[in-house]
């Protein structure tokens, strides 16, 4: 079993930044891939970006350029850097991360860009 527990979100004007922490429980952090994903009103659930253990980073189009995943594996943390919002980015963002077949995610933390 594996909590995941993000931090960071809130109301930001177009234009501004956030940071979101995820906390991870688990003793294998440093080799787990870890992602962040959103999900806006009435859409689907979509990939942000993720790492693998190795730093190896993903984007999504909408994304790149703007957001940047990272990790610290002393602290089993992930961090979501976003700059340049916009109003479409509002959504429940979402940590994540798997064992085998299991998917674990995180209780999720609301983003809201607008003026």
């Known amino acids: 079993q594996v909590q995941l527990v993000e931090s960071g979100g809130g109301l930001v004007q177009p234009g501004g930044s956030l940071r979101l922490s995820c906390v991870a429980s688990?003793?294998?952090?440093?080799?787990?891939?870890m992602g962040w994903y959103r999900q806006a009103p009435g859409k689907e659930r979509e990939l942000v970006a993720r790492?693998?253990?190795?730093?190896?980073?993903i984007y999504a189009d909408s994304v790149k350029g703007r957001f940047t995943i990272s990790r610290d594996n002393a602290k089993n943390t992930v961090y979501l850097q976003m700059n340049s919002l916009k109003p479409e980015d509002t959504a429940v963002y979402y940590c994540?991360?798997?064992?085998?077949?299991?998917?674990?995610w995180g209780q999720g933390t609301q983003v809201t860009v607008s003026s």
């Open positions: 994540y991360t798997n064992r085998g077949i299991y998917d674990y």
């Open positions: 688990t003793t294998i952090f440093s080799i787990s891939l």
């Open positions: 790492i693998t253990g190795a730093g190896t980073t």
